[in-house]
């Protein structure tokens, strides 16, 4: 197919649910996919690039510089995303090789369908499928290193970071975030999680 200038890891899955309720194929698939996935195809990608530049983007999510109820092992996974798109950019800085991490925030799709998110906060949390698109390629084009989507809830989310732990719990209870994903519409989730293992099934 010729030389590959550009790889985009993007493939990801977000099952919700309290932990200690999550079925064990749920956990091993959002390893495989969201963390795996982006260590394979990553690797092939380094290896494909020998010799020559290219860059390699790996789309986390505002999930993995934060936490969230509910979604335990996905924001697990998604932290595992940026601190592996930040140390193999250290190992490729020599190398002519760019990774690019881009942190979006709640994508329409059917990954986020039914969440709790409140509604006051949607219109600065939730983006569309074009939003990250965009993003992506104007970061290869720009040769960036990181990119939030969008870019005012990367600042918002950095300052709510810096509160103590207490505090920062406290505000969310009382803003109701703390329930985005646990107070979901389950017949919603359940279609999601439904997809997922027949998706599973069809590629065993």
């Known amino acids: ?9 993007n ?34 990608a380094v290896r494909r690039f020998s010799g020559r530049t290219g860059r390699i983007v790996n789309i986390a999510s505002l999930a993995g510089i934060s936490a969230h109820r ?4 996905y924001c697990g996974t998604k932290h595992a995303v940026v601190g ?7 190992e490729l800085r020599d190398s002519g090789i760019g990774v690019t991490l881009v942190l979006p925030g709640l994508v329409r ?20 499928p074009e939003d990250v698109a965009s993003a992506v390629v104007d970061a290869v084009v720009r040769g960036r290193d990181k990119v939030v989507v969008p ?3 990367g600042v918002l ?25 646990t107070a ?10 439904g997809r997922i293992l027949e998706t599973r099934r069809d590629n065993v």
């Not at 950095?158 to 994903?181: C, I, K, M, N, Y």
Request: no cysteine.
């Open 1 to 9: 197919m010729g030389p590959l200038d550009t790889l985009v890891n």
């Open 11 to 44: 493939a990801g899955i977000m099952p919700t649910g309290l932990f200690s309720d999550e079925d064990d194929t749920m956990t091993d698939l959002m390893v495989s996919i969201n963390l795996a996935g982006v260590l394979n195809g990553s690797k092939l």
């Open 70 to 73: 509910g979604v335990a092992t």
């Open 84 to 90: 592996f798109s930040d140390s193999l950019r250290l």
């Open 109 to 128: 799709t059917d990954l986020s369908a039914g969440s709790g998110t409140p509604l006051w906060v949607r219109p600065v949390s939730e983006v569309d």
């Open 151 to 153: 870019r005012s809830l």
């Open 157 to 181: 989310l950095g300052a709510v970071q810096l509160l103590p732990t207490r505090v920062r719990s406290r505000l969310e209870r009382l803003a109701h975030l703390d329930a985005a994903f």
């Open 184 to 193: 979901t519409d389950s017949d919603a989730r359940a279609r999601y999680h």
